[in-house]
T-cell receptor, first 114, second 111 residues
Framework: GAVVSQHPSWVICKSGTSVKIECRSL??????MFWYRQFPKQSLMLMAT?????????EQGVEKDKFLINHASLTLSTLTVTSAHPEDSSFYIC??????????FGPGTRLTVT | DAKTTQPTSMDCAEGRAANLPCNHS???????VYWYRQIHSQGPQYIIH???NNETNEMASLIITEDRKSSTLILPHATLRDTAVYYC????????????FGAGTRLFVKA
């Protein structure tokens, strides 16, 4: 299956600052990527669908101006958490959609906002 | 909303088979059953998927009832490393469709 990496694996930032998380598909050209958020002891919550070369589609209740997604190439999507607050502290996971059935997940990025 | 119902948690003895049930009574004809698992603090890992026939791979077996309203994931010889949250997901088969996760089943494999 496809190898998906995320960078950084963990990050600590101060309240009010912005943080960028990268998701890379290392061996697969991904026209579609997904971003998820997971709070402790909870399931993954889909935030948005990222399509290469077009605007992301956000799930209901997710603020698009706060969580900026850029999918500029077939191997890279970025999620920027703007003006981060402690309640944005979470585990952020991206996934890459394969041609058929496959969906490969990254290892996740743990964000802590102090 | 997730279209599946799973038990919150299950225990299994190491070396024994782990049978994880899933109800998906509203599954549509073009929807597949997928199983993923998530080991603590890692991204989800694909296990297996099926449409209506039983499926087996090197990780697990998937048994789907004839009416497709439920399924069972079988880990034939559970090890301690199989301790994880297991998610049963129903969705159409093309990879570009978003995957919605339910609460999953927390499997504890005990020595």
């Amino acid at each position: 299956g496809a190898v998906v990496s995320q960078h950084p694996s963990w990050v600590i930032c101060k309240s009010g600052t912005s943080v960028k998380i990268e998701c890379r598909s290392l061996d697969f050209q991904a026209t579609t990527m997904f971003w998820y958020r997971q709070f402790p002891k909870q399931s993954l919550m889909l935030m948005a669908t990222s399509n290469e070369g077009s605007k992301a589609t956000y799930e209901q209740g997710v603020e698009k101006d706060k969580f900026l997604i850029n999918h500029a190439s077939l191997t890279l999507s970025t999620l920027t958490v703007t003006s981060a607050h402690p309640e944005d502290s979470s585990f952020y996971i991206c996934s890459v959609a394969g041609g058929s059935h496959e969906q490969y997940f990254g290892p996740g990025t743990r964000l802590t906002v102090t | 909303d997730a279209k599946t119902t799973q038990p919150t948690s299950m225990d299994c003895a190491e070396g024994r088979a782990a049978n994880l049930p899933c109800n998906h009574s509203t599954i549509s004809g073009n929807e597949y059953v997928y199983w993923y698992r998530q080991i603590h603090s890692q991204g989800p890992q694909y296990i297996i998927h099926g449409l209506k026939n039983n499926e087996t791979n090197e990780m697990a077996s998937l048994i789907i009832t004839e009416d497709r309203k439920s399924s069972t994931l079988i880990l034939p010889h559970a090890t301690l490393r199989d301790t994880a949250v297991y998610y049963c997901i129903v969705r159409v088969g093309t990879g570009g469709f978003k995957t919605i996760f339910g609460a999953g089943t927390r499997l504890f494999v005990k020595a």
